[in-house]
């Protein structure tokens, strides 16, 4: 199984997490969940989305760190 990688802007930019297993968008809210169930919640848009090399490309308004219950589909804002 492969999972994906979020960067910022493109494959030179930042990493946002690897091992991404849940990926949520909500309006300009991007929810992203790891295998291993560490969250974070970044508003901002999907630039691209390589599902050959299992990376996604997002563009940046501000990134912070979710808390609380594991399930994806229940994630805080």
Do not use: W
């Not at 990688?5 to 997490?17: D, K, Q, R, T, V």
């Amino acid at each position: 199984m492969c999972l994906a990688s979020a960067y910022f802007n493109n494959e030179n930019g930042p990493l946002i997490m690897k091992d991404i297993a849940h990926f949520r968008v909500d309006g300009d809210n991007l929810e992203i969940e790891t295998l291993f169930g560490e969250r974070k919640a970044v508003q901002g848009k999907i630039i691209e989305v390589d599902f050959f090399a299992s990376k996604i490309f997002l563009e940046q308004n501000q990134a912070t760190v979710i808390e609380g219950d594991s399930h994806p589909s229940q994630l805080e804002k």
